[in-house]
C-alpha cells in the first residue's frame, strides 16, 4: 500500500523554497563565494553586485528605494532593531510605545525587554475580530509617544489591521509607525510609503525565500527615519547593522521577492479559493467557529475552532497526513491556550480547541479535499469519545456547570 504523503497546510509557519530561488542561491555558495564586504578584487565584487540587485529586487516589491532596505537574520531581528533602535534613537522625545495584545512574541517579548530599559509601553486589545479600535490607538497617543507598531497581518488569524487609518492618526500626532509584516510580505500587496508606514520588517522563509534572512525597510524621507544599531562592528548596511552579509540567503531573498511581485496575485487568487472551500466544508461540522474578521484577512489563513474538541488532541488522530498547527510555531510546544484567540475574547474552551490552516504556492485542490475529510472523521471520532459533547447533545448548559478541580 503507497504511503500518503504529508499535506502541508502550515505556510505562515514557514513556506518551502521555491526551487527557482534555490537555483539563484547555488553559485553563491561555491562558485561566486565573495564576501560583499571585500572591496579588492572580483569575488567580493560579484558579491557586492549580488547583494546590491537582490535589495533592488526586494525594493521593488515594497515600491521602496533600494537604499531603504537593511538585511538582518530574519524578522526577529529586524524587530528588535525596530524596536530598540528607534526608542535608543529617540530617547529625548520620549519612551511610551504603543502596541497590540496580539502582536506576535518577537514584538510582546521586545517591548517587555525595553520596559526594563525604562521604557512605558501601552498594549492596546483587540475586538472579538481581533482588530484594534482607532480610538483606542488615538486616545493611547501622548507627548511622549515615540513609536507606535501594529503587525499588517496576524499569524494566527490573518486579520489585516486598518493599516492605512492607523498611519493618518500616527502622521497627525507626529509618531513613527512600525509593522511586523512578516505574514503579510510577498503574499498581498504591501507598499509602506503609499501607507504611510516608516519600518517595516518581514522575512525570507515566509515567502518561499530561504530562512536566516530578513530585512527592516527603514523611511529616508518624509520623515527620515534612523535606528540606533543593535549590532556593533565593520558598520556594514549603512552602520545600522554589522555583520557579513548572507550572500546566498539574500540572492534568494531577492529571487522570492521578484517571483512574489509578478505571481502573488494571481497565487492569491488560487490559494483564497482553495482555503474557502476548505473552509465551508469544515464549518458544516456543528459547533464549529472561523476565528477573526473574514472581511479583512490574508487569503490564505483560516483559523478555525471545533468546540469541544481538544486542537492537540485532534492535531494527533491526522499529524501523519497532515501538517497544521494550533497556535503560533514559536510557541507552539506550550500547551496554554494561544493568547492570540484569548486576547480576540474566545474562552479557553474554544481557544484550545482551533487550528491554523495556512495555504500556499503548492497546496492543491486534492490536498484539500483530503484534507477536509481526515479534519471531519477526526473532530467526529474525538467528539463521539467525550462526555462534554455527549452533555452538549442531551442539551446540558455546560457555561453553568461547576466543575471539581479534582
Known sequence: MQQRRLIYL??????????????????????????????????????????????EQIAQLLNVED????????????NNLA??????????????????????????????HLEKSGAEVTYLKVGEDGLISLADLEAAIKPTTILVSVMWANNETGVIQPMREIAQICEKHG????????????KIKTHPREIGVHLLSFTAHKMYGPKGVGALYVSRKNPRVKVTAQMDGGGHERG??????????????????????????????????????????????????????????????????????EGEGLMMTFNQNIAVSSGSACTSASLE????????????????????????????EEEVNSAIELVRNGVNHMRELSPIWEMYQDGVDLTKIEWSAH
Open 240 to 309: 545600522m547593522r554589522s555583520g557579513t552579509l548572507n550572500v546566498p540567503g539574500i540572492v534568494g531573498f531577492g529571487k522570492a521577492a521578484e517571483i512574489a511581485r509578478l505571481e502573488m496575485d494571481q497565487d492569491a487568487a488560487r490559494i483564497s479559493k482553495l482555503r474557502d472551500h476548505l473552509e465551508q466544508e469544515l464549518v458544516k461540522l456543528e459547533e464549529t467557529k472561523v476565528n477573526g474578521n473574514v472581511n479583512s484577512r490574508m487569503p490564505h489563513v483560516s483559523n478555525i475552532s471545533f468546540k469541544h474538541v
Open 67 to 78: 537604499k531603504e532596505i537593511i538585511f538582518t537574520s530574519g524578522a526577529t531581528e529586524a
Open 337 to 364: 491556550p494561544s493568547y492570540v484567540l484569548v486576547g480576540m475574547g474566545l474562552g479557553d474552551d474554544l481557544a484550545h480547541s482551533s487550528i491554523r490552516f495556512s495555504l500556499g504556492r503548492l497546496t492543491t
Open 83 to 112: 524596536l530598540k533602535g528607534v526608542f535608543e534613537m529617540y530617547s529625548r522625545k520620549g519612551n511610551h510605545i504603543i502596541t497590540v495584545e496580539t502582536e506576535h512574541k518577537a514584538i510582546l517579548d521586545t517591548c517587555k
Open 175 to 186: 509618531v513613527l509607525f512600525h509593522s511586523d509584516a512578516t505574514q503579510a510580505v510577498g
Open 10 to 55: 502550515d505556510n505562515n509557519a514557514t513556506t518551502p523554497c521555491d526551487p527557482r530561488v534555490v537555483d539563484a542561491m547555488i553559485p553563491y555558495f561555491y562558485e561566486k563565494h565573495g564576501n560583499a564586504a571585500s572591496r579588492s578584487h572580483q569575488f567580493g565584487w560579484e558579491a557586492e553586485d549580488a547583494v546590491d540587485y537582490a535589495r
